[in-house]
């Protein structure tokens, strides 16, 4: 599992939002960004897009753009759903993710 592979940065994502969610604030936008998970704008557009789509997360919007393709809004509202959790504590690959990552506070500088 490399450090940019999607269950990877999946699981660092819904994590960061699991935690914000626990501690009663809202995602970072300095935080939650392609920078932060060290895999390019595109990639992470498309992985919020992704969990998006599927249920795990809310509050993100999506817009298309002429020359930028499609651009990321919202990241402030971002939050983790019900599905969300229920994924980041049932699937496989995310227990696999947590047995190499462990707490968010581990891997995300300065918590």
Not at 26 to 50: C, E, H, Y
Not at 99 to 110: A, N, Q, S, T, Y
Request: proline share 3%; charged share 20%.
């Amino acid at each position: 599992m490399g450090n940019n592979d999607f269950f990877t940065v999946t699981y660092k994502i819904l994590s960061y939002l699991k935690y914000c969610y626990e501690n009663g604030i809202n995602p970072d936008p300095n935080i939650l960004n392609a920078d932060t998970f060290n895999i390019s704008k595109v990639q992470f557009g498309r992985t919020l897009q992704m969990l998006s789509e599927h249920g795990y997360i809310s509050g993100v919007r999506f817009t298309q753009a002429k020359t930028e393709g499609t651009v990321v809004g919202g990241l402030h509202n971002t939050s983790i759903t019900v599905e969300g959790l229920q994924y980041l504590a049932e699937n496989s690959m995310m227990k696999k993710a947590y047995r190499i990552f462990k707490e968010v506070r581990d891997w995300l500088p300065g918590f």
